[in-house]
């Protein structure tokens, strides 16, 4: 089995940066594709980022996001900068077996979620 437990999260101004980590422990090496999303009270899951593990390609959905890879600590992070109020959500870290592509939603491991609220 694969454990996901996230951090970071907080509240922030209009403008500022935040940066999420999710440790993945338990299996880590069965999921090759890590990513992130956001759900927001009364809204619909939102795909934010995805990462498959060891080629590195990446997927975006908004480019003031950066998701990135430790492999060394088996961390996934998500940088985000320019934050808006928008962006208040609880987000979440997924894990799953083979690689990544656009519009991907089945992942076998989630982590808790982390709460960020930006305020204006």
């Known amino acids: 089995q694969v454990q996901l437990v996230e951090s970071g999260g907080g509240s922030v101004q209009a403008g500022g940066s935040l940066r999420l980590s999710c440790v993945v422990s338990?299996?880590?090496?069965?999921?090759?594709?890590r990513a992130w999303f956001r759900q927001a009270p009364g809204r619909k899951r939102e795909d934010i980022a995805s990462?498959?593990?060891?080629?590195g390609i990446t997927y975006y959905y908004d480019s003031r996001f950066t998701i990135s890879q430790d492999n060394a600590k088996n961390t996934l992070y998500l940088q985000m900068s320019n934050l808006k109020p928008e962006d208040t959500a609880r987000y979440y870290c997924?894990?799953?077996?083979?690689?990544?592509?656009?519009?991907?939603?089945?992942?076998?491991?989630w982590g808790q979620g982390n709460q960020v609220t930006v305020s204006s």
């Open positions: 997924a894990a799953g077996g083979n690689t990544c592509y656009r519009g991907r939603h089945d992942f076998s491991a």
């Open positions: 338990g299996n880590a090496a069965s999921t090759s594709c």
């Open positions: 990462i498959t593990i060891g080629s």
